[in-house]
């Protein structure tokens, strides 16, 4: 059965690949939009369906439309992600996405501090890239949610300015 299944998967690939460019990015925005409002959408997503069609249909489409934020949302590549951001910056799913990655990697940079481990990668870098996260905050439409980050984003700044110090 699982020879089957990878059959059939190769036959939607194929078929895939050879549809229009409207109708791939239509499916490919649809498929992460539908999977970003579950908790952890990655799970959805299988492996080999994201590297072999997701992804470069991503990269093609970042090079065919330079000035569509929605391929750059998708990518999860902090870089292209502020891309999106800085295109379309009242869009709070990718808002949400931008802090979210973030926040999570300059935590995942101090989470072992307390226990006496040191900084994990750059605190200047984190710093530089939590001040200029800043200028977003007053694009999140919710203020419970725009305070929680602006305290979360104060707290890790806090971590890397004394780590700089230090």
């Given at each position: 059965m699982r020879k089957e299944a990878?059959?059939?998967?190769?036959?939607?690939?194929?078929d895939f690949k050879n549809e229009e460019n409207k109708s791939r990015?239509?499916?490919?925005?649809?498929?992460?939009?539908?999977?970003?409002?579950?908790?952890?959408?990655?799970?959805?997503?299988?492996?080999?369906?994201?590297?072999?069609?997701?992804k470069p249909e991503i990269a093609n489409w970042?090079?065919?439309e330079p000035d569509n934020p929605i391929p750059y949302k998708w990518s999860f590549d902090s870089k292209l992600l502020?891309?999106?951001?800085?295109?379309?910056?009242?869009?709070q799913d990718t808002l949400s996405?931008?802090?979210?990655m973030l926040l999570n990697g300059v935590n995942m940079n101090q989470h072992e501090i307390d226990a006496g481990y040191p900084y994990d990668g750059d605190p200047e870098k984190d710093l530089a890239l939590l001040e200029d996260?800043?200028?977003?905050?007053?694009?999140?439409?919710?203020?419970?949610r725009r305070e929680d980050l602006k305290k979360q984003i104060s707290e890790l700044k806090l971590v890397a300015k004394e780590f700089i110090k230090y």
């Open positions: 990878f059959n059939e998967l190769s036959l939607f690939f194929s990015r239509w499916l490919v925005n649809n498929i992460y939009d539908l999977a970003f409002q579950t908790d952890n959408y990655s799970l959805y997503i299988p492996e080999n369906f994201n590297k072999e069609l997701i970042i090079n065919d502020r891309k999106s951001v800085d295109l379309n910056p009242n869009d996405l931008f802090f979210l996260a800043e200028q977003y905050l007053s694009f999140v439409e919710e203020k419970t």
